[in-house]
């Protein structure tokens, strides 16, 4: 097994990929002799030249609906899009055309094309680089959503994307970029299956239900929670469309009690969805309502002491967590 960061495994996944298929070609703002605004696309420009890594221009709409009509033509591009803030410059192509052509034409043509892009709090970028706006893009049938959380699964997902015939959104949080987890030396084409949820860690007591930069959080507290003697599970949800209920709820039946956790707002949102999904399917297990932990509702503030504070901490999930434990409710 090697140790190696989670930017490190998205840019093997991409060099690997490139070489597998002809197909296969990036694109994107400073992308290429710049190699990305987080360098997850180092050195591929020199090794694929200027026809398969592609340096756009500032033109969300533009290069997004390029893509999709590559995509329709039997290219797979992988486009990366320098903060998921600025992909509101391209939602109608992302919601309008490349989610809806396969339905809209009678299956005669198929949009393979992956959305590359980093979101999250934490960075001090203020309120309109700090979003996570995976809720909508989960919202829209057509699209698929994941949010890996180690690098061993942004591997593994990156590369199932990329040969999808579906257009992917791959979520990426901007503090996971220096994380660092094991990915095996010889797995060589491994994939992980979209659609399917993990269980990081077992448990017995309760249930914390999480994806991306938060389930890094969930399993932080897991483990601490052990020297309290409680055995928490952790649910990695990794595929946000489609959502892997069976994963969710098997766990919700083994524990009794839920904890979900996400970067987001709360409204609305992943966790909402996970809760009503519980209630509905998994109600008689329950013994004690659903706690959702989540941001504050607020525009991200630049602020670091105020940011700290608008973002779920660890502390707020071990107060969910041992509320949760005592049967009682409290709002957040």
């Known amino acids: 097994m090697s140790v190696i960061t989670y930017r490190q495994a998205l840019n093997e996944t991409l060099r690997e990929e490139l070489r597998r298929d002809d197909n296969v070609f990036l694109m994107g703002e400073e992308i290429g002799i710049f190699e990305g605004s987080?360098?997850?696309?180092?050195?591929?420009?020199?090794?694929?030249?200027?026809?398969r890594v592609v340096d756009t221009p500032i033109a969300e709409e533009g290069f997004v609906g390029l893509a999709a009509g590559a995509a329709m033509l039997g290219?797979?591009?992988?486009?990366?899009?320098?903060?998921i803030?600025?992909?509101?410059?391209?939602?109608?192509?992302?919601?309008?055309?490349?989610?809806?052509?396969?339905?809209?034409f009678g299956g005669q043509a198929r949009v393979p094309m992956v959305i590359r892009t980093p979101g999250g709090g934490g960075q001090q970028l203020a309120a309109t680089h700090s979003q996570n706006f995976e809720a909508w893009?989960?919202?829209?049938?057509?699209?698929?959503?994941?949010?890996?959380?180690?690098?061993?699964?942004?591997?593994?997902?990156?590369r199932s994307a990329i040969r999808d015939d579906d257009p992917v959104i791959f979520l990426e949080n901007l503090a996971l970029y220096n994380t660092r987890g094991e990915v095996p030396d010889d797995a060589g084409d491994y994939t992980i299956p979209i659609g399917l949820a993990d269980v990081k860690k077992e448990g017995t007591d309760l249930t914390i239900i999480a994806y991306s930069r938060m389930t890094v959080l969930a399993l932080d507290i897991a483990r601490r929670l052990e020297d309290e003697g409680i055995n928490a599970e952790v649910v990695d949800v990794r595929s946000l469309r489609p959502l892997d209920k069976e994963t969710i709820l098997n766990?919700?039946?083994?524990?009794?009690?839920?904890?979900?956790?996400?970067?987001?707002?709360r409204s609305y949102g992943i966790g909402a969805e996970i809760a009503a999904t519980i209630q509905e399917e998994a109600f008689d297990y329950l013994d004690a309502p659903i706690r959702r932990v989540a941001g504050i509702e607020v525009p991200l503030p630049y602020a670091k002491v105020l940011e700290r504070a608008a973002l779920p901490s660890a502390q707020h999930l071990l107060d969910a967590i041992h509320t949760t434990l005592e049967g009682a409710q409290v709002g957040r």
């Open 137 to 158: 893009f989960a919202y829209v049938p057509g699209l698929k959503v994941l949010a890996p959380a180690t690098p061993y699964d942004a591997k593994g997902m990156l």
């Open 85 to 104: 803030n600025f992909i509101l410059l391209a939602i109608d192509q992302v919601v309008n055309h490349a989610a809806k052509i396969h339905y809209m």
């Open 75 to 83: 290219l797979r591009p992988v486009v990366e899009i320098m903060t």
């Open 251 to 265: 766990s919700v039946k083994k524990t009794n009690r839920v904890v979900i956790v996400e970067e987001d707002w």
């Open 38 to 51: 987080y360098k997850v696309t180092a050195g591929l420009l020199q090794e694929f030249g200027a026809k």
